[in-house]
T-cell receptor, first 116, second 114 residues
Framework: AQKVTQAQTEISVVEKEDVTLDCVYETRDTTYYLFWYKQPPSGELVFLIRRNSFDEQNEISGRYSWNFQKSTSSFNFTITASQVVDSAVYFCALRGSGGGADGLTFGKGTHLIIQP | DGGITQSPKYLFRKEGQNVTLSCEQNLNHDAMYWYRQDPGQGLRLIYYSQIVNDFQKGDIAEGYSVSREKKESFPLTVTSAQKNPTAFYLC?????????????FGSGTRLTVV
């Protein structure tokens, strides 16, 4: 069975601070895919990143960066110089190697609050 | 533009009623999914379908039913057997081809029992 754990239920920081959202996963698949989604108050899920299990390179996209470490089964997400618009619920998700037909396994989400 | 359309955005149900949530996609994706979201619970899989006329139960299928008569459509019926239906429902689709298939989500339907 697959499992995704986001231990931080809620994080509150002041604008311009850096913040890291943790994600730990469990899977027996040797090939798998990890995702991060952002859910603003409007409710839709906004895709942020997809990472393959065989590609451990870290990724940076503007103020966002992701640290994938297979040794610790973690896929953490850092926002640098946070902004109020970053306030949202962030989900980490996992898909196994079955072609995606059985859907994504989501963590419970981290509610990020950026205070002005 | 391709995407997923969920309707209605808000839905109110009386006790004992069945209601149907609509989900339509024009992405030519093979697979479609229904997720339920409760506060603090993340998203949980209700049903999924890989091809037309076939669907599988997810983790919390009790009290729900689906159909997949067309590739583009995957409606979800919340039956009176679902004891706690108040939640946010998200529909998604994806390709089932091997490889890092992407998922597309609709904007959701918020169901409230009154």
């Amino acid at each position: 069975a697959q499992k995704v754990t986001q231990a931080q239920t809620e994080i509150s920081v002041v604008e311009k601070e850096d913040v890291t959202l943790d994600c730990v996963y469990e899977t027996r698949d040797t090939t798998y895919y990890l995702f991060w989604y952002k859910q603003p108050p409007s409710g839709e899920l906004v895709f942020l990143i997809r990472r393959n299990s065989f590609d451990e390179q870290n990724e940076i996209s503007g103020r966002y960066s992701w640290n994938f470490q297979k040794s610790t089964s973690s896929f953490n997400f850092t926002i640098t110089a946070s902004q109020v618009v970053d306030s949202a619920v962030y989900f980490c998700a996992l898909r196994g190697s079955g072609g995606g037909a059985d859907g994504l396994t989501f963590g419970k989400g981290t509610h990020l609050i950026i205070q002005p | 533009d391709g995407g997923i359309t969920q309707s209605p955005k808000y839905l109110f149900r009386k006790e004992g009623q069945n209601v149907t949530l609509s989900c339509e996609q024009n992405l030519n994706h093979d697979a479609m999914y229904w997720y339920r979201q409760d506060p603090g619970q993340g998203l949980r899989l209700i049903y999924y379908s890989q091809i037309v006329n076939d669907f599988q139960k997810g983790d919390i299928a009790e009290g729900y039913s689906v159909s997949r008569e067309k590739k583009e459509s995957f409606p979800l019926t919340v039956t009176s057997a679902q004891k706690n239906p108040t939640a946010f429902y998200l529909c998604a689709s994806s390709t089932t081809r091997s490889g890092p298939g992407g998922y597309t989500f609709g904007s959701g339907t918020r169901l409230t029992v009154v």
